[in-house]
Nanobody, 127 residues
């Protein structure tokens, strides 16, 4: 089993930055693709970014491209999301997730393709 714990959320003004971190347990962390999703009040949980097990490829939602950067450090079992130029519409609970199964490119964008989830961390962006 895998346990994921997010941290780094908080309150920030529009245009500011936050860096989210996800700490993972399990010695097989390096074999998992990892993703970040977010859920705003009244909305479905949506894809934000993903990174392959090796860190060699990254994928982003259109809303995140050019502003967010996902990275991982397999030696420390962490995955991070650097968020710059934050907007009020970025306000949500952010979740990290682990993907244990191989699949096509589209699978990285899909909630149901991820097997383990953290508790989430709140990000609030004020205007």
């Amino acid at each position: 089993q895998v346990q994921l714990v997010e941290s780094g959320g908080g309150l920030v003004q529009a245009g500011g930055s936050l860096r989210l971190s996800c700490a993972a347990s399990g010695r097989t962390f390096s074999s998992y693709a990892m993703g970040w999703f977010r859920q705003a009040p009244g909305k479905e949980r949506e894809f934000v970014a993903a990174i392959t097990w090796s860190g060699g490829n990254t994928y982003y939602a259109d809303s995140a491209k050019g502003r967010f950067t996902i990275s991982r450090d397999n030696a420390e079992n962490t995955v991070n999301l650097q968020m710059n130029s934050l907007k009020p519409e970025d306000t949500a609970v952010y979740y990290c997730a682990a993907k244990t199964m191989f699949g096509p490119l589209s699978s990285y964008y899909t909630r149901d393709e991820y097997d383990y989830w953290g508790q989430g961390t709140q990000v609030t962006v004020s205007s």
